[in-house]
């Protein structure tokens, strides 16, 4: 008989969506098929620190770590897998075959943690070290789809010192992006935390000073009015293919923190209100900026509309997007025939093919 593949969720995380990725892995631990994975749970906490034990899930939530054990991860190949310290030796509390870290954000979907993976030579979900890191930073991430001719707004990235120290010229700068309205965003996060929509010169002074706060670059962005917002699911690692899109259709000015995770006023469709040319438009344009961008295993990939001219941008592609069941990714799987429990392991069956395909690699070279 076949062993079960050692399956290791992490969830938590260093990171602003550290709520949000509990709610995702609630809904990824409660479908994972037992009879084809041992499943390793691993909590990682605010703080960054990575615990296994009993009843972890509700632990991390509680924040009550106290009966936990501090799980060892090390960055050496010859047996990956999670170590536990016992009478001061550490010892293997299970191997890995395959890891999902179902987190978001900072530490976890910037590529950090993937570069950890791809050192300890394990397979994990998701893109690489290369894709995370381009598609968290949206100045970046804007540079590869310019490079590629892929349509994005106008955009220039500022970094903090420039803005601490003369600020009158990076108005001067960011106001040659076109008329007001302009966004300000931190790089490097998501959630819409730091993002401000600027209307006039006193908005942006403030918005570039509150960004700046989240990160040491920022981008500033030409605003959309009343902009449509479109998402499509885009799986699969050489030859990926796109889901019908959906929408979101807040009802904030934006949308906001607060529309995402609290209010929970805003609307997602399934299909997207759109023309059927629009929507293979939109699946054409996301799986050429999921290669573009180095994408692998999954991503969702959103887009702005301007309603006056119906004209499409690529805004940014989450690499681990939300993962619960109500989640815009899964769902617009489940409406292009890929039920969630078969979504999850087509995922994992992607993470294993693309270490298949790693390990081929030369990695040495001797004269
Ligand atoms: N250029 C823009 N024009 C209009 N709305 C925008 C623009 N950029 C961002 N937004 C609004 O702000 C939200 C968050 O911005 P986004 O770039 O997607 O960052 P995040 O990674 O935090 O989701 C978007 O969903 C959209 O509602
Ligand atoms: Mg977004």
């Known amino acids: ?57 509700h632990k991390l939530k509680s924040e009550d770590y106290d009966s936990l054990q501090e799980a060892i991860f090390l960055p050496s190949p010859q047996k990956p897998g999670i170590y536990v310290r016992e009478d001061d030796r550490m010892s293997l509390y299970s191997p890995l075959d395959v890891v999902f ?31 995370s890191a381009a598609c968290m930073d949206k100045g970046l991430f804007k540079d590869i789809m310019i490079a590629n001719d892929l349509p994005t707004l106008p955009y220039r990235v500022f970094n903090r010192y420039m803005i601490e120290q ?102 997602l469709l399934i299909p997207a209100n759109i023309s059927d040319e629009m929507a293979t438009r939109v ?22 509309i301007d309603p006056e001219t119906d004209e499409l941008f690529l805004n940014e592609i989450n690499t681990i997007p939300g993962f619960t069941k109500i989640s815009m990714y899964p769902k617009l799987w489940e409406a292009s025939d890929i039920p969630y429990p078969q979504l999850i392991e087509k995922l994992i069956d992607l993470a294993l093919e693309r270490k298949a395909q790693r390990d081929l690699t030369e990695r040495e070279f001797r004269s």
């Open 1 to 57: 008989m076949e062993s079960k593949l050692k399956l290791g969720i992490i969830y938590g995380g260093r990171s602003g969506e550290h709520e949000v990725s509990l709610m995702s892995a609630r809904s990824v631990l409660s479908v994972i098929d037992h009879n084809k994975f041992d499943v390793v749970e691993i909590g990682i906490t605010r703080q960054g620190q990575w615990l296994i034990g009993k009843d972890l899930w």
């Open 101 to 131: 870290p179902v987190m978001h954000g900072t530490y976890s979907e910037d590529g950090t943690l993937q570069g950890l993976f791809e050192l300890a030579d394990v397979a994990y979900v998701g893109a690489g070290v290369l894709g």
């Open 166 to 267: 003369d600020m009158e010229t990076c108005l001067q700068m960011a106001e040659t992006i076109g008329d007001y309205p302009l966004f300000t965003k931190p790089a490097n996060l998501g959630s819409s935390v730091g993002i401000s929509k600027c209307n006039n010169r006193s908005d942006l002074m403030e918005g570039l000073m509150f960004a700046s706060q989240y990160d040491r670059r920022i981008v500033v962005e030409k605003g959309v009015e009343k902009a449509r917002e479109i998402e499509v699911g885009v799986l699969g690692n050489e030859y990926p293919t796109a889901s019908i899109p959906g929408e979101v259709i807040p009802k904030d000015i934006f949308y906001t923190y607060r529309e995402k995770y609290i209010s929970d006023t805003a609307e």
């Open 283 to 304: 699946q054409m344009l996301a799986l050429k900026a999921y290669k573009a961008a180095d994408c692998a295993g999954m991503g969702r990939v959103d887009f702005l």
